[in-house]
T-cell receptor, first 112, second 113 residues
Framework: IAGITQAPTSQILAAGRRMTLRCTQDMRHNAMYWYRQDLGLGLRLIHYSNTAGTTGKGEVPDGYSVSRANTDDFPLTLASAVPSQTSVYFCASSDSAGNRQYFGPGTRLTVT | DQQVKQNSPSLSVQEGRISILNCDYT??????FLWYKKYPAEGPTFLISISSIKDKNEDGRFTVFLNKSAKHLSLHIVPSQPGDSAVYFC????????????FGQGTTLQVKP
């Protein structure tokens, strides 16, 4: 059982470039989430999706977009990356909104 | 504005002793609290949770205490083991924002052999 997979594991990206972080879960969870982790700030919610076809904004959504075309996949797109988006990004899922969340291994992104 | 605060960035304890990690919150609408544990280069993993209708929840060596009047929760680990060395995050969500977890900054626990 893979759980949640994220790709890539790490990436160095030039400012202004477009980037999509991939997240796939095989647990048939309805809800999925994207967080960023920054030192001294903990994890902050970027976007979430309570069910396929719906998405919502979290605490820090600016500069990011998401889509939820099916249950398993929840990609996060940076349309034009900026250095302040340098962070570790975690995808998570839960069987329904409000239940415990399961996290992927993370993507370390550096924007130069 | 940090709604969930972990004011101690780090904690060091001796193996076998008790570890106490603290967390404060400001939003009285929060009704469910969780602790996550994170090892380097891995995603956070769920550890223990507590509903606001309880003041204590225990799971093996881990106990979470909730003091609603003080808006404070704590995680006790007894006895502490070197494998417990990790970053611990507390998180909260309220019924009006179900699914949206608000995390604290994290506390790095080091358990010395």
């Amino acid at each position: 059982i893979a759980g949640i997979t994220q790709a890539p594991t790490s990436q160095i990206l030039a400012a202004g470039r477009r980037m999509t972080l991939r997240c796939t879960q095989d647990m048939r969870h309805n809800a999925m989430y994207w967080y960023r982790q920054d030192l001294g700030l903990g994890l902050r919610l970027i976007h979430y999706s309570n069910t396929a076809g719906t998405t919502g904004k979290g605490e820090v959504p600016d500069g990011y977009s998401v889509s939820r075309a099916n249950t398993d996949d929840f990609p996060l797109t940076l349309a034009s990356a900026v250095p302040s988006q340098t962070s570790v990004y975690f995808c998570a899922s839960s069987d329904s909104a409000g239940n415990r969340q399961y996290f992927g291994p993370g993507t370390r992104l550096t924007v130069t | 504005d940090q709604q969930v605060k972990q004011n101690s960035p780090s904690l060091s304890v001796q193996e076998g002793r008790i570890s106490i990690l603290n967390c404060d919150y400001t939003n009285s609408m929060f009704d469910y609290f969780l602790w996550y544990k994170k090892y380097p280069a891995e995603g956070p993993t769920f550890l223990i949770s507590i509903s606001s209708i309880k003041d204590k929840n225990e799971d093996g060596r881990f106990t979470v205490f909730l003091n609603k009047s003080a808006k404070h929760l704590s995680l006790h680990i007894v006895p502490s083991q070197p494998g417990d060395s990790a970053v611990y995050f507390c998180a909260a969500h309220g019924s009006s924002n179900t699914g949206k977890l608000i995390f604290g900054q994290g506390t790095t626990l080091q358990v010395k052999p």
